[in-house]
């Protein structure tokens, strides 16, 4: 079909470059700088990877992907799968190998939206500097050097972005199909694909209605989008493995369903939590415009307006610069409205941020052509590229500056580390009922892929709320007795906690972590049971067996988490690292406060209050703790111990006082008697 039969094509250059004699053609690099630039991108990357796991998902999906099970819901299979082929690396760690899937899907990533914003803008300093506004985006580099999905999507919606702009120039086919099978790729790895591909996809039709709308075209462009689809054959081929760490039933037509579809969380929502209050969209909103400037280093947002005022504005490339206009504004609204995590809750907001990532490449394109579009009113002379790459060069180098120390990944194993104490001190073949991502994947992957405390079976308890846990339980674990279909006594077939202590306290030595709270919280087991702080977990123990407390007192000291606090603490609020700290922490204070009421509970035991004592002390010292309870607990320790030794009885007054400091509750009943005993 020729020019004149289907209009001109949609992309045309903003001013088209000329080649003055002796200079070098506007691609003088040709695919020089596309391959430098994704090699040097990945060496700085290979820099800063990960040596092991870290919080969040990765535990997960690195065990996955070296079990060859089923990830949560959607599964994840494309990333499954191209991680698999990184496990056999013959060398580093199993998260490592996995690790490096990310710096190589993100490096790859640049150079597309590199060769993007060239055939753009036809420049290719341009390019570069909206592939290195990307690369090293502190929120992309952060997920580099990570084994997480989003790494993988960015790649994919490069692809998608490079193969309409390919579209675009000549409406040809080819491109038009290329992009139908992205789309499809990129809904086997991640469901928020769709909020980008759907409009393109939709301008695409649109602008090549002439050749596109026939039954064969679009029969060959839908059948693109399911070859794209394939990867999600795995799920059920790996459902047959019937691994401890996977997830769902999808070798059933249901279950298989229900697991791609996210009915278990809430199809295209982020988790299974109702929205906190009204505003949750907004305040999302909010928080993206007000963290977008620094993601790309504030220079991308004045060249993305640049960009998008010039082609809208002056009529320059208008419907594929509305097209990616439309892809942003529907990802930000539908994401936002679909998103159900409370924002309160500073770890909640970091999940929220990995989503970012995807609008995050669009306003990067948009500074590539804003800065292309300021570039082409250079005047035009022998060496007038040279000003231009010095800028895009200090630009990029700059960012790399800045980010670098924040992106740096490469000594940090804290979460190899926190799982290992989390290990360590349980007994031989006990049960550790595991509850948060945080503790169960890090645990399942130093377990599964690397060898360690593997007799501890770690179950989620959280799953076991889903009727398909069972089936894999009882496969993996026929030695530990599930009393009933699923976890929760309202449920048909369900059974509570003293049910499930009652079925395996006679063969195991249980063990739980963070035991649920508030709505959740299930007080079936506190007649005949108590829970004894042991390490980061707690012991469950049944209250009909004698246990000699200064043996406790022994094997409860040992089990104390050693981790590098000085390191955890610079990590900010919201943080997995932050969490391990919290971890540590509460292991301590719990410890020191159960010893407290043990003590007061067998007639002031001097030695158990003497150790509670010391280990809230210990700990207000360290962490500086400023928590008023603390110092109320500390101040009754002394208390109870100055009927030995007077000198403690200074000790509770200063306790005292600092809890009279910080602003005690007016309610507290305890507040008149120690007001009076501080004042006497």
């Known amino acids: ?37 994704g090699l040097g991108v990945f060496l700085i990357y290979l820099r800063t990877l990960a040596p092991s796991v870290v919080g969040g998902d990765t535990g997960e999906l690195v065990t996955i992907a070296y079990k060859l099970g089923v990830a949560h819901p959607p ?215 007000s963290a977008a400037p620094e993601n790309v280093f504030y220079v991308g947002i004045v060249l993305a307006l640049v960009g998008l005022s010039h082609h809208l504005y002056r009529k320059v490339n208008t419907s594929l610069t509305t097209a990616t206009v439309v892809s942003f504004c529907l990802y930000l609204i539908a994401f936002n409205a679909l998103s159900n995590l409370p924002f309160s809750e500073p770890l909640y907001l970091q999940v929220q941020t990995r989503f970012w990532q995807q609008p995050n490449i669009l306003i990067c394109v948009w500074a590539g052509v804003g800065f292309g579009s300021l570039a082409a009113w250079v005047p035009r002379w022998k060496w007038h590229r040279v000003p231009i790459a010095g800028i895009v ?101 369900g059974y509570d906690a003293k049910q499930l202590f009652d079925a395996n306290v006679e063969h195991f030595k249980m063990f739980a972590n963070r035991w649920e709270a508030g709505a959740n919280i299930d007080w079936s087991w506190d007649e005949d049971y108590s829970m004894w702080p042991f390490g980061m977990t707690s012991w469950i123990v049944s209250k009909h067996v004698s246990i000699d407390p200064y043996v406790y007192l022994r094997e409860s000291e040992s089990a104390l988490p050693q981790l590098d606090v000085a390191m955890l603490a610079r990590y900010p609020n919201g943080s997995w690292e932050n969490e391990m700290l919290k971890y540590y922490w509460e292991a301590r204070l719990n410890r020191a406060d159960y010893l407290i009421d043990y003590g007061i509970a067998h007639e002031n035991d001097r030695y158990l209050l003497e150790a509670g004592a010391a280990g809230l002390a210990d700990s207000v010292e360290r ?42 509750s007016p309610d507290d009943p305890d507040l008149t008697e120690i007001r009076n005993a501080v004042s006497n």
């Open 75 to 289: 599964g994840y299979p494309l990333f499954t799968m191209l991680a698999k082929l990184c496990t056999f690396i013959p060398f580093g760690t199993i998260a490592w190998r996995v690790n490096l899937l990310s710096a190589l899907c993100d490096s790859a990533a640049a150079v597309i939206i590199l060769l993007a914003v060239r055939r753009w803008t036809r420049n290719e300093w341009a390019g570069l500097l909206a592939a290195g506004l990307f690369a090293f985006s502190p929120l992309v580099w952060r997920y580099a050097a990570i084994a997480e999905v989003f790494a993988l999507n960015n790649l994919i919606v490069a692809l998608m972005l490079y193969s309409a702009i390919r579209y675009a120039e000549g409406h040809e086919r080819k491109y038009a199909y290329l992009t139908a099978f992205f789309f499809g790729l990129g809904m086997s790895n991640h469901h928020t694909s769709l909020f980008f591909g759907l409009p393109i996809m939709f301008w695409i039709l649109i602008a090549g209605r002439r050749e596109l709308w026939t039954f064969r075209e679009l029969l060959i462009s839908a059948g693109c989008f399911f070859v794209g689809l394939l990867p999600y054959v795995y799920l059920p081929l790996a459902d047959t493995r019937m691994m401890a760490v996977s997830w769902g039933n999808t070798s059933t037509l249901n279950g298989f369903f229900t697991h791609v579809l996210r009915r278990e969380y809430g199809t295209l929502q982020l988790g299974a939590h109702r929205l906190e209050a009204p505003g949750n969209f907004f305040r999302g909103l909010d928080a993206y415009f």
């Open 1 to 37: 079909m020729s020019d004149e039969e289907r209009g001109q094509p949609v992309l045309a250059l903003a001013r088209e470059p000329e080649t003055d004699p002796g200079e070098q053609d506007p691609y003088l690099l040709g695919w020089a700088l596309p391959a430098l630039t």
């Open 623 to 664: 962490a500086h703790l400023r928590e008023p309870w603390v110092f109320k607990r500390l101040g009754l320790a002394y208390s109870k111990l100055a009927i030995y030794d007077p000198v403690y009885r200074v000790k509770m007054k200063d306790a005292w006082s600092r809890y009279l400091e910080l602003g005690p």
């Open 393 to 493: 060069f200090a630009l990029v180098l700059a960012e790399v500056a800045v980010d670098f120390r924040a992106a740096d990944q490469h000594l940090n194993t804290s979460a190899q580390d926190f799982a290992r104490e989390l290990l360590r001190p349980l007994p031989p073949n006990s049960i550790f009922w595991s509850r948060e991502d945080l503790v169960t994947f890090t645990a399942r992957y130093l377990q599964l892929c690397e060898g360690y405390r593997s007799d501890v079976r770690v179950i989620d308890r959280e799953t076991l709320r889903i009727p398909w846990a069972k089936r894999l339980m009882n496969f993996n674990y026929p030695e530990v007795t599930i009393p009933g279909t699923v976890y929760g006594r309202s449920r048909v077939g």
